[in-house]
């Protein structure tokens, strides 16, 4: 599995510090970016439990940060 998307959407992540170096040395092992060593574990976690990613159609709607005011009768 490849993760061939734009990279167009955000996650922020509460991690603690252990995970963090951990990440960071597991990354830095395989010459890689922190983000992009996310990617390639979660990519291959899938591929070995046989879990395949909905496509973009797929996906729940967004919800809109927009309040909707209805007009008073």
Excluded: G, W
Excluded at 1 to 9: A, E, L, P, W
Excluded at 29 to 49: G, I, K, P, T
């Amino acid at each position: 599995m490849k993760f061939d998307d734009v990279k167009s959407d955000t996650l922020n992540l509460r991690v603690s510090p252990s995970f963090k170096r951990a990440l960071k040395a597991a990354a830095d092992h395989e010459q890689r970016s922190m983000v992009n060593m996310l990617e390639v574990l979660v990519a291959h976690y899938c591929d070995n439990h046989h879990i395949s990613i909905p496509s973009k159609a797929a996906r729940a709607p967004r919800a809109s940060n927009k309040t909707h005011v209805r007009a008073a009768a």
